[in-house]
């Protein structure tokens, strides 16, 4: 059988900054963009090391495309394409060093510099509805190691049979839906709630924006907070005896009545849900709120199925712990590293 070997010429910088051509990262990733965020931040190195910071960086967000692997080994795969070109063998401790001396700042301003809905040349169904573009809250928790210095700022979670194995972090992401990009995310400690977490995403929330979320971010607060925004707002809320009480003000045509829920006008939506599996038909009851008052543009069948769309966020998170991270734990041992490593998973 003939063979047929493709070659491929790439340009890498000189010196000390060839390390970080890994594959496509730096395509999507440009050293421009890392060099803004480090010159924003002030982490420009002073004197040529031999890990600049730059190098540094891209050190950080392939050691999450590699999660499996050591950060020596991790190097090894940065530099494994340079062929002959004379790179750095640094130590572990020298690494471990290269990145305390980085911070997470660098990340988080990298972060700033490329979340947001990627664009679209249409209207895609998905991405926006009737002009809005459809997004999701919700929140997750991270396992990350169990050091003293994790512990003073992340704590164990309580349960019944001893609590969890490793202490926990909350994450909080705003993401388009269809596209799955990153608008905003918040993270800390897993002993504040997810709605405690979300009023800090408000500044990500404007007019054109429909918002959907499940029932941990219905309380009359956090709906006045979200309201405020002028985003538009589709939750799903609690049914049965814990349902919250919302006074019928009027029945619509489309079956849905008017309410109020902390000062914020909205529609109650009921509805019985059925889908089939394998194991057969399980049908429930669902109760949604929404402040698109309007039933002829927003009749509440299109808004029932709409609010499937949320389930975006979710897959979005078992991208991040299941294909990237693999299930396993934050390899950070300080918090100033948790804050790093988070930062480099949500660009990648």
């Not at 063979?3 to 496509?24: N, Q, Y």
């Amino acid at each position: 059988m003939d063979e047929c070997v493709i070659t491929r010429t790439i340009r890498v910088a000189s010196g000390p900054f060839a390390p970080g051509h890994l594959g496509e990262l730096t395509q999507q990733v440009p050293f421009e963009l890392v060099d803004a965020a480090l010159a924003a931040t002030g982490r420009l190195q002073s004197r040529l090391r031999a890990l600049p910071a730059r190098v540094v960086v891209y050190l950080l967000l392939a050691g999450c495309l590699f999660a499996e692997l050591g950060y020596g080994q991790v190097w090894n795969r940065l530099t494994a394409g340079l062929g002959r070109l004379p790179v750095a063998t640094p130590t572990a401790s020298a690494l471990t060093k290269a990145r305390c001396r980085l911070g997470s700042a660098p990340l988080r301003a990298l972060f700033e510099l490329l979340r947001g809905p990627a664009p679209t040349a249409r209207a895609t169904a998905g991405v926006r509805v009737g002009g809005l573009l459809v997004c999701a809250i919700d929140g997750t928790t991270m396992s990350v190691a169990d050091t003293p210095a994790n512990l003073t700022v992340v704590a164990k979670h309580r349960g019944n049979h001893g609590g969890s194995g490793y202490p926990l972090l909350r994450l909080v992401a705003l993401v388009a839906c269809g596209t799955r990009s990153l608008i905003d995310a918040v993270f800390g400690p897993a002993t504040a709630g997810e709605a405690t977490y979300a009023l800090r995403l408000t500044g990500s929330l404007h007019p054109g924006m429909l918002v959907l979320a499940d029932r941990n971010f219905t309380s009359s607060t956090l709906i006045g907070h979200l309201a405020a925004t002028g985003a538009d707002l589709l939750t799903r809320a609690k049914t049965g005896t814990t349902a919250r009480r919302l006074p019928l003000l009027r029945r619509l045509p489309d079956g849905s009545f008017a309410s109020v829920l902390g000062g914020v006008g909205i529609r109650v939506i009921d509805a019985q849900i059925t889908i089939t599996t394998n194991a057969g038909d399980l049908t429930g009851s669902y109760r949604l709120l929404t402040t698109l008052l309007d039933t002829c543009r927003w009749p509440a069948l299109t808004l029932v199925r709409l609010y499937h769309e949320r389930w975006e966020i979710e897959t979005a998170y078992c991208e991040l712990k299941a294909s990237i991270l693999g299930g396993r734990v934050l390899r950070a041992r300080t918090p100033e590293g948790i804050d790093q490593e988070v930062y480099a998973l949500l660009v990648c």
